[in-house]
């Protein structure tokens, strides 16, 4: 089994085994992990790491959720990230909620 996976198993019980398991399919089918894992670098950051980033900002999961559906560059490096115009407003709010939670 990969990293990844047991890193995965392991956010199930923090997060919610249900919510989790939805966020990592909306995660999937909305195409976010072909640029993102939870444990590594991609192309983008981890999500372990944008939790720790945003840890303690009240304003944090609308900054992202804004991030997601607009795209932007700077805050990771250079490589941007495409806007997600047609990820639906209450699939991005799961997918934030989730990568939030997972802060440590």
Excluded: E, R
């Amino acid at each position: 089994m990969k990293l990844s996976m047991l890193v995965f198993a392991a956010a199930l019980a923090g997060a919610g085994a249900a919510q989790a398991q939805d966020a990592a399919a909306l995660l999937k089918k909305d195409g976010c992990t072909a640029c993102h894992a939870i444990d590594k670098k991609v192309v983008g950051p981890a999500y372990n790491d944008v939790a720790a980033k945003y840890k303690g900002d009240a304003g944090a999961a609308a900054k992202l959720a804004d991030k997601v559906k607009k795209g932007g560059s700077g805050v990771w490096g250079p490589v941007p990230m495409p806007p997600n115009t047609a990820v639906p407003d209450a699939d991005i709010k799961t997918m934030v909620a989730y990568i939030l939670a997972l802060k440590k």
